[in-house]
């Protein structure tokens, strides 16, 4: 069975960092688009980020330059470092992949979701 369970987040001060890791199970081969999506309160789900396989990586605009992401194929691991956040980056934070030879920023393209890990940012 296919699972992701993403971890890291909590609750900092406008400015602090956060590292979010998405461990996978059940898997038989790395996918080649592995993505971070978030989701705040009453809103919809947004794409921040995705690492393709050979790991180049693609962010939004909103946090472009203070986000992070990477993979370890190895450990079936995907991260998300936050440096300089803000309180607009507070989300409920998931992790997914994807098949598509070229990373989506759809979450439609994408499946595995983890339960999702909380991450707020006070000011």
């Known amino acids: 069975q296919v699972q992701s369970v993403e971890s890291g987040g909590g609750s900092v001060q406008s400015g602090g960092s956060l590292r979010l890791s998405c461990a996978a199970s059940?898997?038989?081969?790395?996918?080649?688009?592995m993505g971070w999506f978030r989701q705040g309160l009453g809103k919809e789900r947004e794409w921040v980020a995705y690492?393709?396989?050979?790991?180049?990586?693609n962010y939004a605009d909103s946090v472009k330059g203070r986000f992070t992401a990477s993979r370890d194929n190895a450990k079936n691991t995907l991260y998300l470092q936050m440096d300089s956040l803000k309180p607009e980056d507070t989300a409920m934070y998931y992790c997914?992949?994807?098949?598509?030879?070229?990373?989506?920023?759809?979450?439609?393209?994408?499946?595995?979701w983890g339960q999702g890990t909380q991450v707020t940012v006070s000011s």
């Open positions: 059940g898997y038989t081969y790395n996918p080649s688009c």
């Open positions: 690492v393709n396989n050979p790991g180049n990586t």
């Open positions: 997914a992949r994807s098949s598509y030879t070229s990373c989506p920023t759809s979450s439609i393209y994408y499946k595995y």
